[in-house]
């Protein structure tokens, strides 16, 4: 039996158009999602739409139509969005769905009945862009959001509360017996000293003042609020509390064969690692394996804002520059749980030292020199003939094992320095052997062959290990040196043998630095 994977973004909210940090979330579980398949997981990947709330209420009658109407012009966007950047995703959820809907009814109703949600009234400080109530010693100066940083509000009105007092101690104690819960490490000690070692207050889980969201079904006066309604998601999506719960038997469970992750952006984290495990709790349930929060892509002048017009949308790289050169730079440039900064000037060097000089430049000439000397096959594995053939062997062998730790680890972005170390190593290795000199020598033929075979051998190691990344450029990598291969092939060095290669196109072409750095600083305006 395949272990299973089940991996999750945030279910975006439906009041705008994706940006490049949005892609980058979608990009990361993408790729960990194509990674998993890769080494035999059975994998669910769930990505979809937070499509309720007040803000969507409002946005949809500013412009005269209905919330429906509004969310689902929003919503072909996201798609076509997901199908330009090639995201392999296996469902797509939308709050409005019917049978999420259900679902969320009847978790309220079973919270409200077992004691865990109650009615009170809710007096406090309310942000309409997050969707959420603070308390005063929470906000920042001038009454604003501790999350975005915008204007509150105050807000009086009847309310369900959630009893999340009820269970601090238990997520306490979960934390401490599930290292590795929350990653980064000090997203976890922030949600401890910031609001777990203070005491936990009780969460505002109803709504009067809309009507837009799933009704109360005891009280349909009350709309279920955003951080109930949203975070089902994941269940619902699986078929919890439906009429066929085949997924949700087969994905939602946390031990040794199996595996729940949810990708989050740090500013959401708090909902995710304190209010979801806690809704699990009381309905029950395993809780994930993982959530890992990952920083920003951010600008030279801070966080993207429209308001600065700092922001990037994937699309301009795409149509100029294709897919890949996107999806490796979110990946790469960027380290995983961290910030991470976003300039043309970043952008153009990642593509032409990594995708044209090492990578698109070791394809090339490895080919070509194939085509030149061996009539285009590729000669037989015949061991360790030079002695730079050792090193590189071990060098591929090291990087391997690496790329996989580094993978497993979801360090995506030290997974693929590995694989470009290695390719750094195979141009240098062109460079020590001189096949040019090689093959003026007839006596030199065996070692010629040699480099040529462990040439390629290192472009099957690479096409495999960034696959799960370069989408589009490994198919046609694999045609080029002549076959297709799987991750538990990489180390067998016999297997290209006889290999006829093909010249293709250029993978990578450079890019001039101030041409393209005037185009994409001219593209935020």
Known sequence: MKKTFFISTPIYYASGKLHIGHAYTTTICDAIARYKKMMGYDVFYLTGSDEHGEKVQQKAKEQGITPKEYVDVLVKNVKDLWKTLNIDYDKFIRTTDDYHEQCVEKIFSYLLAKGDIYKSEYKGWYCTPCEAFWTESQLKENHTCPDCGRECHTQKEEAYFFRMSKYADQLMKYYEDHPGFIEPESRKNEMLNNFLKKGLEDLCVSRTSFDWGVKVKEDPRHVIYVWIDALANYISALGYNS???ELFDKYWHNDENHEIVHIVGKEIVRFHVIYWPIMLMALGLPLPTKIYAHGWIVMKGGKMSKSKGNVFYPETI????GLDALRYFVTSAIPFGQDGLFTPELF????????VNN???L???????IQKYFNGVVPNYDGCVLEEDTSLEEEIKTSVKNYQQYFDQFSIHLALKEIFNLLDKANKYIDDTKPWALAKVSEDVNKL???MNHLINVIKVATVCLQPVL????????????????FDQLLDFSNVNGNKVNKGEVLFPRLDVNKETEYLLDSMK
Not at 318 to 321: A, H, M, T, W
Not at 349 to 355: H, I, K, V
Not at 363 to 369: A, K, P, Y
Not at 471 to 486: C, D, L, R, S
């Open 318 to 321: 795409i149509d100029r520059y």
């Open 471 to 486: 989408v589009e450029t490994a198919p046609k990598v694999f045609t080029q040196i002549g076959n297709t291969y799987t």
């Open 359 to 361: 990578y698109g430049n």
């Open 243 to 245: 009429d066929n719960t």
């Open 363 to 369: 394809v090339s000439r490895s080919v070509s020199m």
């Open 449 to 451: 062959a040699s480099v």
């Open 348 to 355: 153009i060097e990642n593509f032409n030292n990594d995708l």
